[in-house]
C-alpha cells in the first residue's frame, strides 16, 4: 500500500512539473526588449527628420536606463519622437518600468506637460512622412499629475486611428481611463495587454483601467490609403509596432518587456 501511494505522489509531482513547463513554453516568460546598454533593436523617427535619425542624442542610455532629453533643444519646435521597436507585433502583452521627471522643454505644447506615451499598432517608421507628427497607432497616454494639471492615467488617444468601447464606434481623438491620478517621479508599471484586432487592455500597477476592442485606420485620416494599402485592403488593425514616446516633457524607461500570448 505505501508503495502504491509513493508511486502515486510521484507520478502527481511528475504531472505538475510537466503542466509547468508547458505554460511556460507556450510563452509565458517575459522578454527583454532593451539590453539596458544601446538602443539595439530599436530605430528613432522625430519629426522633421529621416527614421533613423536621432536628433540632439534625443533617445539614450545612461545608467541601464533609456533617457528622452532635450538638452540639444533651443526650443522644442514640434519635434515629436518615437523610438520604434525593430518587430511588427500581433497578440502580446507589453510592460514597462517608467517615471515622468523633470521639466519640460522650452517651446512644447501645453498639453504635453507631463505627456508621453507607448503607441501600440502603429506603422512602421520608414512609412511615415518626414514631417508627420505621430505614427498613425494606438496611444496608450503615459501622464503624470501635480499642482498644476491633473488626470487619470493611461488613457487612450487614437492618431489615425479609431477604437470601439461597449460596441459604439469612438471617433473622440482621446478617452479617459479610471486610473487613480499618480503624483511626482516614483516609477510606474504600465502593462498593455493587446490580443490583436479582438481586444486591448490598460493596467497600471496591477489595476486594469481601461478595455476596448476593434482597433482600425480612420477613414477620415491623410494616411488612411496608403496604410490600407499596405495592410491588404484591410481597415481593422491586428498587429504593428510598438514605440515610446518623446512629446516634449522628460521621461525614463529602465525596463521594456514582452510577453508573446497564443
Known amino acids: ?12 509531482m511528475l504531472f505538475v512539473l510537466a503542466s509547468c513547463n508547458q505554460q511556460k513554453s507556450s510563452g509565458e516568460e517575459w522578454v527583454q526588449l532593451f539590453n539596458g546598454e544601446d ?10 527628420y529621416e527614421a533613423g535619425d536621432n536628433y540632439g542624442n534625443t533617445f539614450r542610455v545612461e545608467d541601464g536606463v533609456i533617457k528622452v532629453r532635450y538638452d540639444a533643444y533651443e526650443s522644442f519646435d514640434n519635434r515629436f519622437g518615437h523610438l520604434f521597436f525593430k518587430d511588427a507585433l500581433s497578440s502580446y502583452k507589453l510592460r514597462v518600468e517608467y517615471r515622468i521627471v523633470g521639466e519640460q522643454c522650452p517651446g512644447a505644447p501645453e498639453w504635453a506637460y507631463k505627456n508621453s506615451g507607448i503607441m501600440i499598432h502603429g506603422q512602421t517608421p520608414e512609412s511615415m512622412e518626414r514631417e508627420q507628427d505621430f505614427p498613425t497607432s494606438i496611444e496608450v497616454q503615459l501622464l503624470a499629475s501635480d499642482s498644476l494639471v491633473q488626470r487619470t492615467n493611461m488613457n487612450v488617444c487614437t492618431p489615425g486611428t479609431n477604437i470601439v468601447i461597449n460596441n459604439e464606434l469612438i471617433i473622440d481623438h482621446c478617452t479617459n481611463s479610471s486610473s487613480d491620478l499618480f503624483y511626482g517621479e516614483e516609477w510606474i508599471t504600465a502593462e498593455v495587454e493587446v490580443r490583436g484586432n479582438e481586444v486591448i487592455y490598460h493596467v ?49 524607461f529602465r525596463k521594456v518587456e514582452l510577453q508573446l500570448l497564443d
Open 1 to 12: 500500500m505505501k508503495k502504491r501511494w509513493s508511486l502515486w505522489g510521484l507520478t502527481a
Open 39 to 48: 538602443l539595439t533593436g530599436w530605430t528613432p523617427k522625430i519629426t522633421g
Open 204 to 252: 497600471v500597477n496591477g489595476d486594469t483601467v481601461l478595455q476596448y476592442n476593434q482597433p482600425q485606420l480612420d477613414e477620415r485620416d491623410g494616411t488612411y490609403a496608403k496604410l490600407v494599402e499596405m495592410n491588404g485592403g484591410e481597415k481593422m488593425l491586428s498587429k504593428g509596432t510598438i514605440s515610446l514616446q518623446s512629446e516634449g516633457h522628460p521621461i525614463d
